[in-house]
């Protein structure tokens, strides 16, 4: 057979058809009406077959032409068993030759489809198969022709079939899906829609490019100019036109040779350029066609754009436009830029609810108004890093999706029950097999029919009750998915001049099932406020809803406070003081900048920021991470940045990211990254005075505006953060003064160490500087209760369950011991970890205190303990509950006595 790289795409696929009918049929040799068969097959994509397309325009039958030509394939002579190779016959070859003497003749570059229909018309047994089906041949050729055009066969793809080929197969009809009212409807964008088709108006370089950020709403602009269209609001120039939405994706998929994508974009150009009815072309994502500036797709459409033979609409975000297409003078300049803005607060309310019944229609529940106020609300504070009204659709979706699927699965009282009398009745066919097995068997079965029977009773009047609950809500979605469709027919009709259907559905049909919607409404909400609380079904979208699923993306507690959180916000130093001891100062700026914040009354872009003061071991990281443990139930929950890493001036490449050129550019920052995926946390900057000016000077954004630019040149939020810094600047006169309040004049020189050290620029942007009190022995005494009770968390933590209980002299011990002038309480978890868990370890391993019991920790005096550095001679002892279960041995073999070994301090040698 003729090498098949001559033929296009469609004219091989029907000669390999043709082939395997062969094969299928078990015939010897390949004739002319099996290429005739494979005309007639429907292609891949659905469409209608080029032979079908011809014959339909011709007004002939084609299916008692389908019918002719397979009555005529069956009758070819079949060989059995079936031929191992088939061979091409005399008849088909000269057709073959016959179609590529007209691709010739017709200049062509390949041996099209129509070329080898022209051929087989020639062919004796296919004209006979025609006169059958009564077709004129004739009229076959000349509806070809007309196809045909002025077409040439100059690529694979380039092949006729039917009008939009091309469109059809990669491009979307955007006007078509407005018609049919499957476009939602665009609310709030009338400026960005009159600007773009002003564009489109225009005489030469008629192509508007729409720029913004992803989520703002550019293809939504493109369909409220398709509605637009369909409705003639558009001016002379444009009525009547279509607007085709371009597929990169279709356009790319399956390009198997070097320039097939190319070839279809031009198929798909030349289709628009022969095409009489005006035709605007939709690029979404404009940049992806820009490649090496070579042999890029933008370079096939710079002269029609530069004409005015083609119209076009980009769209592409403000960092492509920059990066991509303005690198192409030429291609850019053909464009006109038209910004798309994110819309407002209140804008996009107004577009959540034009959009409500159509989430209500998909999901099939009822969507309070508050609870789009609410989406819109918390979607601008707490996803800032996504954009209006994108963000604040997808809480509304979600939302309603959690509702759905909660209202489709079965409620857990029904559920439960259900699966109990599954059991039950396994049980009874059970027992009824060796029910003469004994007297007990019987008994057994009794009682269990008797609970089934029970069980039945209580499960009736809940499926009852759960079945009429479903079945309202589902009649009343389809009602308002019927109306929906009622309204789309009746727009319609109005636009083609159909007033009789118009009429008929604007004032009978409709009004009937709003009649009907009215009436379904008033039952569901009776039921629901019959059940109340006890609804089986909860089918409503309200602002709690849309809260616990922001919570749910965010981990950000936006809950509405509740009563039992006002109570804690308003107790909120009662809470941290007794786990922070001896800073009520520290503690009352921290809890008032809370309260600003969960009430709403808070400058929304500043976020609170403290500079906290005082000696090491004070308690400033601590009150850092109790105030996280408070907001979060988590200590963990915090950005904790170690300023003593950032000495050197290049070290804000740690926190921002490098910025392009540099290794590690993608990487991003330390700081950036972590607040762009937790933006609602407690920052900690420790030890702050370490960290090099220059690293403190970018932080200036942060503390002002609530926000900080990345390496990556990514806007970052932070005005939801609570920003602490610590310091020990100034800690030598804290240290001096006596007594544990900071008098003001020590305060004064803090200060004046601090201002000695920090640019006043940073200190002004700083919302509240806390100086810390030295720690009381008094102060230090409640720590020590404070420690021993973190000490049974951590046990129940690991799954032990250990009660300590420490004599009132061992805890003047540890307060005594653990506390130093220099170090403030650090001491003391050493102190604790030497005297209390090495020894308590011991003791467990050796079976002498077991899990959930009291471990009695005393004073131990005048023996050779742990701090006889002090002179006290003092330690403390973990009192054994039980005799010892195993033996300490030393190296030669002798048994030795455990207090001995606890009084030397551990020391086995």
């Known amino acids: 057979m003729n090498d098949e790289t001559q033929f296009t795409e469609r004219a091989l696929t029907i000669v390999t058809l043709a082939q395997k009918l062969a094969e299928d049929h078990q015939h ?379 209202r489709d699965s079965k409620p857990e009282e029904l559920d439960s029950k259900e699966r109990q009398l599954q059991l039950l009745q396994v049980e009874i066919k059970a027992l009824e097999r060796d029910e003469d097995a004994d007297s007990t068997t019987q008994d057994r079965l009794k009682q269990a029919k008797q609970k089934e029977a029970s069980l039945q009773e209580e499960l009736e009047p809940l499926r009852q009750r759960y079945n009429e609950e479903r079945t309202g809500h589902e009649e009343l979605t389809k009602a308002k998915k019927k109306l929906d469709e009622l309204e789309s027919k009746a727009q319609d009709a109005e636009r083609r001049y159909d007033n009789a259907t118009a009429a008929d559905l604007r004032y009978f049909a409709i009004p009937d099932i709003q009649k009907q919607i009215a009436k379904l409404e008033e039952q569901v909400a009776e039921e629901e406020k019959r059940a109340g609380s006890h609804s089986m079904i909860q089918n409503v979208v309200d602002s709690d809803t849309i809260s616990e699923t922001a919570a749910r993306l965010t981990g950000i507690p936006v809950k509405k406070l509740t009563e039992s959180e006002n109570e804690k916000l308003i107790h909120m130093e009662r809470d941290l003081s007794s786990q922070v001891v001896g800073q009520m100062g520290a503690i009352k700026a921290v809890s008032n900048a809370v309260r600003l914040s969960r009430s709403g009354l808070a400058n929304p872009r500043q976020p609170a920021s403290f500079l906290f003061l005082g000696l090491s071991g004070s308690g400033k990281t601590e009150l850092a991470k109790k105030i996280a443990g408070f907001l979060f139930n988590d200590e963990d929950m915090m950005i904790r940045v170690d300023c003593s890493e950032l000495s050197e001036k290049y070290s804000v490449s740690k926190l921002l990211g490098t910025t392009a050129g540099y290794v590690g550019y993608d990487e991003g920052g330390f700081l950036t990254n972590q607040l762009q995926y937790k933006p609602y946390s407690v920052l900690l900057f420790d030890e702050v005075e370490k960290a090099h000016p220059d690293v403190l000077t970018v932080l200036l954004q942060m503390l002002d505006d609530g926000r900080i630019t990345s390496g990556q040149g990514k806007t970052i939020d932070c005005s939801n953060c609570i920003i602490i810094m610590t310091s020990n600047l100034g800690a030598q006169f804290i240290n001096s003064q006596e007594g544990s309040k900071i008098s003001d004049s020590t305060k004064d020189m803090v200060m004046g160490a601090v201002k000695n050290h920090f640019r006043p620029e940073f200190l002004n942007r700083i919302s509240s500087i806390v100086v810390f009190n030295k720690l009381s022995r008094k102060a230090i005494h409640k720590i020590v209760d404070i420690r021993i009770k973190e000490l049974e968390a951590r046990f129940e933590a690991n799954d032990k369950h250990y009660k300590l209980n420490v004599s009132p002299e061992a805890k003047d011990f540890l307060a005594k011991f653990g506390y130093s002038n220099d170090m403030g309480a650090r001491p003391l978890n050493r102190l604790i970890q030497n005297e209390i868990l090495n020894k308590l370890a011991v003791r467990i391993l050796r079976k002498e205190i077991l899990d959930k019991e009291t471990v009695n920790i005393v004073l131990k005096a005048n023996g050779k303990g742990a701090n006889d550095a002090t002179g006290e001679g003092e330690s403390l002892e973990v009192l054994p509950n039980h005799e010892a279960a195993v033996d300490a041995k030393t190296a030669d073999g002798d048994a030795m006595d455990i207090d001995d070994d606890l009084d030397d301090d551990l020391d086995l040698d």
């Open 28 to 406: 010897p040799q390949l004739l002319p009406i099996h290429l005739l068969a494979a005309f007639i097959e429907t292609p891949e994509d659905g469409s209608i077959s080029y032979l079908q397309n011809l014959i339909e325009k011709g007004r002939f039958d084609f299916d008692l032409f389908k019918k002719v030509v397979n009555r005529t394939l069956v009758r070819v002579p079949q060989q059995h068993p079936a031929p191992s190779q088939i061979t091409p016959s005399y008849s088909l070859g000269k057709v073959l030759q016959d179609a590529a003497k007209i691709q010739k003749q017709q200049k062509d570059s390949f041996v099209a489809q129509d070329h080898l229909l022209f051929a087989l018309l020639d062919d004796s047994s296919i004209q006979t198969v025609f006169k059958e089906a009564s077709i004129d041949i004739e009229a076959i050729k000349q509806q070809a022709l007309v196809l045909r055009g002025n077409q040439k066969i100059d690529s694979r793809g380039a092949d006729t079939n039917t009008p939009l080929e091309y469109l059809n197969k990669y491009a979307i009809d955007m006007t078509e899906q407005a018609r049919e009212g499957k476009l939602d409807p665009v609310i709030g964008r009338e400026e960005e829609i009159r600007n773009t088709i002003r564009v489109l108006a225009r005489r030469i370089k008629s192509n508007p490019c729409l720029i913004g950020e992803p989520g703002v709403g550019k293809s939504a602009i493109i369909e409220g100019v398709a509605q637009r269209i369909i409705d003639d609001d558009v001016p002379t120039l444009l009525q009547g036109a279509k607007l085709f939405s371009l597929d990169l994706a279709a356009l790319t998929a399956g390009a198997k040779y070097k320039g097939d994508f190319e070839e279809r974009f031009k198929g798909v150009l030349k289709e628009i350029d022969q095409s009489k009815t005006l035709i605007v072309l939709f690029i979404d994502e404009i940049h992806m066609l820009m490649g090496n500036g070579k042999d890029d797709a933008a370079n096939i459409l710079k002269p029609a754009l530069s004409r005015g033979q083609l119209k076009v609409i980009g769209a592409t975000t403000n960092n492509e436009y920059r990066s991509i297409v303005e690198k192409d003078g030429a291609f850019e300049r053909r464009f006109q830029k038209i910004e798309v803005s994110e819309p407002t607060l209140r804008e996009t309310v107004a577009i959540l609810r034009g959009l409500q019944p159509k989430y209500e229609i998909h999901h099939g529940v009822r969507i309070l108004d508050s609870a789009l106020v609410t989406a819109a609300q918390l979607a601008k504070r707490y996803l800032p890093y996504r954009r209006l009204p994108d963000s604040a659709l997808d809480l509304v979706d979600i939302s309603c999706a959690g509702v759905a699927v909660a």
